[in-house]
């Protein structure tokens, strides 16, 4: 997983990870196997934003999506946080 072109964490199976990024544009970027996806987002002062980054069983092209507030924070509290880079 890539913001504005940084790797910042590597992703699992029912993983999640946190991000603090400053207002503004951002590029986030997801990798699997040769396929890369991107999602351009405007974050506002103050917002809290989840997104759900998956790669379906048996392919190597994955995706982001945005997700509700409820869908995020049940995502966190089911899953395990992943390593990140800084």
Same mark, same amino acid.
Do not use: K
């Given at each position: 997983? *890539?913001?504005?072109?940084?790797e910042?964490s590597?992703l @699992? *199976? =029912? *993983?999640?990870m946190?991000? %603090?990024?400053?207002?503004g544009?951002?590029v986030?970027? !997801?990798r699997?196997?040769?396929?890369?996806?991107a $999602?351009w987002?405007?974050i506002a002062p103050?917002d809290?934003r989840?997104?759900?980054? #998956?790669?379906?069983?048996g #392919?190597?092209? !994955? /995706?982001?999506? %945005?997700?509700?507030?409820?869908t995020? $924070?049940a995502g966190?509290? /089911? @899953? /395990?946080?992943?390593? =990140? @880079? =800084?």
């Open positions: 997983m *890539t913001v504005d072109g940084l910042i590597q @699992g *199976t =029912q *993983t999640w946190r991000a %603090e990024l400053a207002a544009h951002h986030l970027r !997801c699997g196997g040769n396929s890369a996806n $999602r987002v405007n103050g809290m989840f997104f759900d980054v #998956q790669m379906l069983p #392919q190597y092209i !994955c /995706s982001i999506r %945005e997700t509700d507030p409820g995020g $924070r966190v509290l /089911s @899953g /395990s946080r992943a390593l =990140q @880079g =800084q």
